[in-house]
T-cell receptor, first 111, second 118 residues
Framework: DAKTTQPNSMESNEEEPVHLPCNHSTISGTDYIHWYRQLPSQGPEYVIHGLTSNVNNRMASLAIAEDRKSSTLILHRATLRDAAVYYCILRRANTGNQFYFGTGTSLTVIP | DTEVTQTPKHLVMGMTNKKSLKCEQHMGHRAMYWYKQKAKKPPELMFVYSYEKLSINESVPSRFSPECPNSSLLNLHLHALQPEDSALYLC?????????????????FGAGSRLTVL
């Protein structure tokens, strides 16, 4: 399985943008890039996903490098409720739908 | 209904007990998953069911026995567990599973069942 590398932790001030990086240098052409987050005492929740183009939804934006070897999850205005562990996951579409979680980034939002 | 419901939320059991964890979804999803999560670690995939058939078993010890009675229900039967099996057990579902699945096939997780083995 293709691996992802994320910083262990990051901090952000409340109401400022947050850029969470993810490296996936062994990504293959059929791998989708997914982001999930896990708030304390909850199961992971879907945030966003993409294949080649940048994506926006109500929660976040996903910026994908042209060579697809890295991506960045962008939270436009961090709130205290965004404090969570953010996981970047590659999902290989042509061999099933297994999601293997990496170590993730623990985001702390400072009031 | 966009939820995955897991019961019980908390379970304490002895090493000789037999217990079960239950998971239910009513989103019409055809794939269901069990994950195990130890404290401050990422979730680890255990089992995947697709159309009520076991598709993936990630070399999980036989003291964990999954069951998918129908497309909405997923059970995890527990027997002769060890203290190191104490963890948060997460259930998830997705619309489909298998080759050719589209990128829109995201996972929906339940809140988990926290298991303590004494």
């Amino acid at each position: 399985d293709a691996k992802t590398t994320q910083p262990n932790s990051m901090e952000s001030n409340e109401e400022e943008p947050v850029h969470l990086p993810c490296n996936h240098s062994t990504i293959s052409g059929t791998d989708y890039i997914h982001w999930y987050r896990q708030l304390p005492s909850q199961g992971p929740e879907y945030v966003i996903h993409g294949l080649t183009s940048n994506v926006n939804n109500r929660m976040a934006s996903l910026a994908i490098a042209e060579d697809r070897k890295s991506s960045t999850l962008i939270l436009h205005r961090a709130t205290l409720r965004d404090a969570a562990v953010y996981y970047c996951i590659l999902r290989r579409a042509n061999t099933g739908n297994q999601f293997y979680f990496g170590t993730g980034t623990s985001l702390t939002v400072i009031p | 209904d966009t939820e995955v419901t897991q019961t019980p939320k908390h379970l304490v059991m002895g090493m000789t007990n037999k217990k079960s964890l239950k998971c239910e979804q009513h989103m019409g999803h055809r794939a269901m998953y069990w994950y195990k999560q130890k404290a401050k670690k990422p979730p680890e995939l255990m089992f995947v069911y697709s159309y009520e058939k076991l598709s993936i078993n990630e070399s999980v010890p036989s003291r964990f026995s999954p069951e998918c009675p129908n497309s909405s229900l997923l059970n995890l039967h527990l027997h002769a567990l060890q203290p190191e099996d104490s963890a948060l057990y997460l259930c998830a579902s997705s619309q489909d599973y298998g080759t050719g699945v589209t990128g829109a096939n995201v996972l929906t997780f339940g809140a988990g069942s926290r298991l303590t083995v004494l």
